[in-house]
Nanobody
Framework: QVQLVESGGGLVQAGGSLRLSCAASGYTFGSYAMGWYRQAPEKERELVASIGGIGRTVYSDSVKGRFTISKDNAKNTVYLQMNSLKPEDTAVYYC????????????WGQGTQVTVSS
């Protein structure tokens, strides 16, 4: 059974930092790219960051220079380090897994709330 379990969300003041974790199980972690999405109320879900097999990373313009995605293959875990947080970063953050060669994400976590106060 595939599971993606996010943790690390919470309430933080603007300018602060949080690190999200996503623990994966039930599939071959190394065969999948990993991504972090977020969805704010009344907004479309957006891809924040992704990481491929050789560590290639991609970021949305809105978080570039502030967020860092990384993964630990030995722990089947992907992280999102979020620095210099802004109120507009407030959203539910989801991790997702995409099999290499696929154009869509196959597995999703349940989400973790991040709230940034001004």
């Amino acid at each position: 059974q595939v599971q993606l379990v996010e943790s690390g969300g919470g309430l933080v003041q603007a300018g602060g930092s949080l690190r999200l974790s996503c623990a994966a199980s039930g599939y071959t972690f190394g065969s999948y790219a990993m991504g972090w999405y977020r969805q704010a109320p009344e907004k479309e879900r957006e891809l924040v960051a992704s990481i491929g097999g050789i560590g290639r990373t991609v970021y949305s313009d809105s978080v570039k220079g502030r967020f860092t995605i990384s993964k630990d293959n030995a722990k089947n875990t992907v992280y999102l380090q979020m620095n210099s947080l802004k109120p507009e970063d407030t959203a539910v953050y989801y991790c997702a897994a995409r099999k290499y060669g696929s154009t869509s994400y196959d597995y999703w976590g349940q989400g973790t709330q991040v709230t940034v106060s001004s």
